[in-house]
């Protein structure tokens, strides 16, 4: 019986990340704009996720959160989704070559992530005829990534809760 | 060095060809396929059409539910903040009052402005039965789009171009329009590009969205002189809104001519769709 409710108890941790991906993109909060500060957490879960424990978070799963963002916040349909996609593929590949890994490794991998992912974003946009403020991409970029250790360290106190357990 | 280049090659291919367990989709087949979905959103065709409107229908009731929470928690803020605001509102109101005390004494002033107003309003035919009233669903404003999802769409005949209005201020227009729900794109946004004119002497200009909650006014005369307070208005030069819509009043920062908007686009709960434009143009 103990068994069986530490086994729910793990299968509902390792569910949260997805819990949260979707939740983020139907509320709309993928984008945390508060005064000055601006973080795009939905790059942030996804990086570290990908990462960390490609199970929890399925390549479909993502592509789908991408397309819910674009509908919510009213840009063309796939924007979002390519460059979620493209984080993951950034993310998947740093798994690949790397062998220590550790919060300065993942966050400094995590700086070209975001310059290509914003890349591919923005000339998407450019090309699709909207206007894009050059100034808050910026911004958006440099909280994205200044507030990156503080959801590695939230993220990595799930895992230590058991997650991935299940999975191994 | 051959290797190495190898080993980046192998993990290139491994990152976005190979599945994963529990991975259905393969990287690249996904990447491709959010391209395709890109270039399809360019395809202005019936069927896509439909297709668009029924997913983003479902999306936004879907958004609605989950946003419940963080509505209700935001609101809650709101009151509180409110309540703590009443002393100081105490005493704004009571400057207010005494102003409003002074102008009534002299009513000379709103003669002229009432006069003004009525020239700039000679155009425009108001009819309560053009003008239909839908609640904003979604206020999530996107850093790269400020716009609205209100819960009316065909089914109330809205259609793409119409005026979006808080009470009898301008707030937007209609951008995208599906079965059940439509977008609204506000005049704070970036791609919002509104013609305008500027009372007392009629100055034109073209309103453009800058991202804040103050647009600027862009192709004035060079030799205007335009002050604080100064009103704005629609100018309907374009032929698609009506003329006289009182949008803002001119707010000079360091020399730089911004609006101030009639309406706190923050607080909006309803809007007044107007159906009148598209009706003249059929006819």
């Avoid at chain 1, 890994?101 to 998407?124: G, K, R």
Wanted: net charge positive; no cysteine.
């Amino acid at each position: 019986m103990a068994s069986l409710f530490k086994r729910i108890k793990l299968k509902l941790l390792n569910l949260i990340p997805l819990f949260l991906l979707f939740f983020i993109a139907l509320d709309g909060s993928s984008v945390i704009d508060f005064k000055f500060f601006s973080i795009n957490i939905h790059f942030i879960l996804v990086y570290f996720w990908v990462l960390k424990q490609p199970r929890t978070l399925g390549y479909g799963y993502i592509f789908i959160s991408g397309i819910i963002t674009d509908v919510v916040f009213g840009l063309p349909i796939g924007i979002s989704a390519l460059t979620l996609l493209i984080i993951a593929a950034i993310a998947t590949y740093v798994r690949l070559v790397s062998v220590n890994i550790s919060l300065v490794t993942d966050w400094l991998s995590f700086i070209p992530a975001l310059i290509i992912a914003n890349f591919i974003y923005f000339t998407s946009l450019f090309f699709l005829n909207y206007s894009v403020d050059y100034l808050y991409l910026l911004k958006n970029s440099m909280f994205t990534f200044i507030s990156y250790p503080v959801l590695w360290l939230f993220f990595n106190a799930l895992i230590s809760l058991g997650m991935g357990k299940l999975h191994a | 060095m051959e290797t190495s280049r190898e080993d980046i090659g192998i993990a290139i291919r491994s990152a976005f060809l190979s599945k994963e367990t529990k991975q259905k989709f393969s990287l690249l087949a996904l990447i491709l396929l959010s391209v395709v979905l890109l270039f399809i959103e360019t395809i202005e065709v019936k069927p896509l059409n439909y297709l668009r409107s029924f997913l983003k229908d479902s999306i936004y009731r879907g958004s609605i539910v989950v946003s419940l929470p963080s509505k209700v928690f935001k609101s809650v803020m709101l009151s509180v903040e409110n309540h703590m605001d009443i002393y100081k509102q105490n005493i704004e109101l009571r400057k207010k009052k005494a102003l409003l005390e002074e102008k009534i004494i002299d009513p000379s002033f709103l003669i002229l402005e009432n006069e003004q107003l009525r020239k700039l309003l000679v155009d425009q035919e108001i009819s309560s039965n053009n003008i239909i009233s839908s609640r904003v669903m979604i206020d999530k404003q996107s850093p790269y789009l400020n716009s609205f999802v209100i819960n009316g769409g065909r089914n109330k005949k809205i259609k793409n171009g119409m005026v979006a209005l808080d009470g009898k201020y301008f707030v937007g227009r209609i951008v995208d329009v599906n079965f059940f729900s439509s977008r609204v794109l506000l005049i704070t946004d970036l791609n919002s590009r509104i013609p305008v004119v500027i009372e007392p002497k009629g100055y034109h200009a073209i309103m453009a969205g800058n991202g804040t909650p103050n647009p600027i006014l862009e192709y004035l005369p060079k030799n205007h002189n335009i002050k604080a307070g100064n009103k704005v208005f629609t100018s309907g030069k374009e032929g698609i809104f009506s003329p006289g819509i009182p949008i803002g009043k001119i707010k000079m920062v360091s020399e730089k001519i911004f609006l101030s908007l009639f309406s706190d686009i923050n607080q909006i709960t309803f809007i007044n769709i107007n159906l009148e434009n598209i009706k003249k143009q059929k006819k």
